[in-house]
């Protein structure tokens, strides 16, 4: 079996109604209902451009974070990335 991730979705009554009518009149699972809503939800967010903006510098301040974590290179600089107190 793949390897999955569980996640707990809290619904009001009426959204858990819904839910379920799309399950049954699909004749697929919950999970499937939310999977392939998952899977609609972030190819409309990868199309939209300020989205991708954030994810650029959310990258961006992640591999600065990382390069901080670093260990100081052998003989460089008292300071450097990764250095202590960094």
Not at 3 to 12: I, M
Not at 40 to 47: D, L, M, N, T
Request: proline share 7%.
């Amino acid at each position: 079996m793949t390897e999955c991730r569980v996640f707990t979705v809290r619904l009001d009554p009426k959204e858990a109604r819904r839910v379920e009518f799309v399950s049954r009149v699909e004749e697929v699972s919950v999970n499937d209902v939310f999977r392939q809503a998952l899977a609609v939800f972030i190819e409309h967010k990868k199309a939209d451009a300020e989205f991708m903006e954030r994810v650029a510098a959310t990258l961006a301040a992640d591999a600065d974070i990382a390069r901080q974590l670093q260990p100081a290179s052998p003989g460089g600089p008292a300071g450097a990335p990764g250095a202590p107190g960094e």
